[in-house]
């Protein structure tokens, strides 16, 4: 078992050590993300948009162990929405996951299997709770990184296929300098 542990920043929620692997997802990485697909094409493809840092010391899919992972996105926007991460359900829609905010400022979007689209903002320090059944999302609506540490079960896994298809119900847009959620038509 892979038990080495990482070290935590608790300023910026930074996760360091010889387990911690590292994802980065990049401007190419978001093709269909957005409602503005020109803008994105606008941009460097190789640009950073978020990066996971992610502790895994149970197998994959296996009930029982717990993961930690911090993820930090980079300030940013394509067209009007803000640089944010693809969002998922979990593949065992009945897991749920704590994100707690260490630096910058954002929102937790949740959608829930009805289809139904809230967001909470997040900032240093608040801790939110994803129940089961909800898809999530964080975007970065600051003008500085934004990093927040999860923790999830190990046998959630993640189902980006029906985000990825059918989107959110509702687009989180900076709306005359706000950030407001907008149903999608
Ligand atoms: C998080 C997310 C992380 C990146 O660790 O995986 O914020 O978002 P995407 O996975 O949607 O690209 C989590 O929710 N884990 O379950
Ligand atoms: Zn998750």
């Not at 803000?82 to 707690?100: D, P």
């Not at 934004?146 to 847009?173: E, K, V």
């Amino acid at each position: 078992m892979n038990t080495a542990h990482p070290r935590l920043n608790f300023s910026t929620a930074e996760i360091t050590g010889a387990t911690v692997h590292e994802k980065r997802c990049t401007v190419a990485d978001m093709q269909g993300y957005y409602r503005d697909e020109p803008a994105r094409q606008h941009l460097d493809p190789g640009k950073l948009v978020y990066r996971v840092q992610a502790w895994l010391p149970a197998p994959e899919g296996q009930e029982g162990g717990l993961f930690l992972g911090t993820t930090l996105i980079e300030p940013g926007r394509v067209g009007d929405e803000y640089f944010m991460t693809k969002g998922h359900f979990h593949l065992n829609r009945n897991r749920s996951e704590f994100y707690i905010t260490a630096a910058g400022s954002g929102a937790l979007i949740l959608m829930d299997e009805n289809g139904r689209t809230v967001f909470e903002p997040m900032r240093p320090g608040s801790i939110h709770y994803i129940p089961f059944h909800c898809a999530h999302r964080v975007a970065n609506t600051g003008d500085s990184l934004l990093s927040f540490l999860a923790c999830w079960p190990s046998d959630a896994g993640h189902d980006y296929g029906t985000i990825a298809s059918r989107g959110f119900s509702a687009r989180l847009r900076n709306i005359n300098g706000t950030p407001a959620l907008v149903e999608v038509a």
